[in-house]
């Protein structure tokens, strides 16, 4: 009978170690990603999930071309690991916020390898307005909205699992 016992309480004792869940992960063990707006965030987070602490400059209902940064966003990009951005001239006030904030962070930008849309030339005509050409003073002459083509995307992933990959190979 106690032999019986002993190996019931071994066998237990066993699967209990063998099943047992994972020890949580500390929060300052993951890397700190700085991502400068909320479409490309969604991104980021679905390609990395919560193994990496993310810090969103330009949240859901905020615009990009009215951005004003904080204290707080100086702070969150001189303690980031990587900052995901646009580029294609979308976060025009991104460069001088880095300066500011001294950051070493690495830089990934999402429109390298891509080609970007030429934004149809406006007539001097007065046509009330179109927006292409409201953003084509601030951008430039490309389109930098680069999410709004599918192919775009997935080359906006592929950098994202690229950074992610060589920076937290681990995860």
Not at 106 to 115: A, F, P, Q, S
Not at 137 to 150: A, N, T, Y
Request: net charge negative; with cysteine; glycine share 6%.
């Amino acid at each position: 009978y106690r032999f019986c016992a002993a190996i019931l309480f071994a066998a237990l004792w066993l699967a209990a170690c063998s099943t047992s869940a994972p020890l949580p992960t500390d929060r300052s063990t993951k890397l700190s990603v700085v991502i400068t707006f909320s479409i490309l965030s969604d991104l980021v987070h679905q390609v990395a999930g919560n193994h990496i602490e993310i810090r969103t400059l330009v949240g859901p209902g905020s615009d990009t071309h009215t951005f004003e940064s904080s204290p707080a966003d100086s702070v969150a990009l001189a303690d980031a690991s990587l900052i995901f951005e646009n580029g294609a001239s979308y976060e025009i006030w991104l460069d001088p916020l880095y300066e500011a904030s001294r950051s070493s962070a690495k830089r990934i930008v999402m429109n390298d390898g891509i080609e970007l849309l030429k934004l149809p030339e406006q007539d001097s005509g007065d046509h009330g307005g179109d927006h292409a050409g409201d953003h084509g003073d601030e951008h430039g002459e490309v389109d930098p909205h680069l999410w709004q083509d599918v192919q775009n995307v997935m080359k906006m992933v592929e950098h994202i699992r690229d950074a992610l990959v060589e920076n937290d190979p681990e995860n």
